[in-house]
């Protein structure tokens, strides 16, 4: 990386996530101007009320599936990378179908619906792999070796066959036991 303190690299995303927040509250206002003019306030509302609805049912329903997934990933000794992934998109698509406007319901249904939500996924870790590149981290020195002290250096010895291995000296090195097959 950068020899840049890590505020001066992130100066920007304040003013990026406000000017995104107020253009997606103008084109939410405009669609359900749009809407409203064209069909009528009632129905407009109507239809919001639905989605909000259709919004908690979906998010209740993919939400219990995806919780599912995350324990029997975990259970079997998997790593839930895909199923973590698929609860966050549950959560944000419901959190955006229960949200008033026919764009944030858009956004919502595509992660929230089973069938759209892989090509959610894929896209979100695409960026995120793009931004990784971008910045010039490297994944490879996120990993944890060993901690010093805890490898313990040693040999393996063939016993003679018929022979029994003698009792090693009394160290506190020297771990005793049996391998089991």
């Known amino acids: 990386m950068t020899g840049a303190t890590p505020g001066r690299q992130r100066r920007w995303l304040l003013p990026v996530l ?4 107020i253009a997606i509250s103008v084109l939410e206002v405009w669609l359900l101007t749009a ?13 919001l009320i639905a989605e909000a609805f259709l919004g908690a049912w ?20 998997r790593m839930p990378t895909g199923q ?15 949200l008033p406007g026919f764009f944030t319901d858009l956004i919502g ?10 090509a959610a996924r894929r896209l979100i870790g695409f960026l995120l792999a793009r931004h990784v590149a971008r910045t010039g981290l490297d994944l490879g020195s996120l990993r944890t070796g060993f901690a010093p002290g805890t490898v313990i250096p040693g040999e393996t010895v063939e016993d003679a066959p018929g ?7 009394s160290d506190d090195r020297v771990i005793q036991g049996e391998i089991e097959e």
């Open 163 to 169: 022979t029994a291995a003698p009792k090693p000296a």
């Open 109 to 118: 249904l595509v992660c929230l619906l089973p069938w759209t939500r892989p």
């Open 35 to 47: 809407v409203g003019s064209r069909i009528g306030v009632l129905p407009t509302l109507g239809i």
């Open 18 to 21: 406000v000017t995104l927040f």
């Open 58 to 77: 979906l998010m209740r329903r993919e939400g219990s599936k995806a919780w599912t997934a995350l324990v029997d990933a975990y259970s079997t000794g």
């Open 84 to 98: 973590l992934a698929d609860a966050a998109l549950v959560l944000v698509g419901g959190i955006m179908l229960i």
